[in-house]
């Protein structure tokens, strides 16, 4: 009767835990970025050569966003950036 009771307990565990991994990792994926949910950031750079409007931007090879936009700036002493 005992022969069984430890293999048993061992795989509940096993469930119980992999049933609250899920949950948590769902939890907080959801809490860290919404879906469909981001920002904007803005970049200010000497030279643009090799960047096109909607290309994707990588992070370590990531791909973690697009290239939305790309243009001048007017400066407030009316000169462009």
Known sequence: MKRWRA???VGLTGVA???AFVFLFGTVQR???PS????K???DFDDVSGLASH???TM??????TIDHIGLVTMPDGSTK
């Not at 469909?36 to 920002?39: F, P």
């Not at 370590?60 to 966003?65: A, F, T």
Request: zero cysteines; a positive charge.
């Open 7 to 9: 293999p048993l307990l």
């Open 17 to 19: 835990a992999t049933v």
């Open 31 to 33: 809490a860290v970025v």
């Open 36 to 39: 469909g949910q981001g920002y």
């Open 41 to 43: 950031v803005y970049a």
């Open 55 to 57: 290309s994707r931007v």
């Open 60 to 65: 370590s090879g990531i791909p973690v966003g």
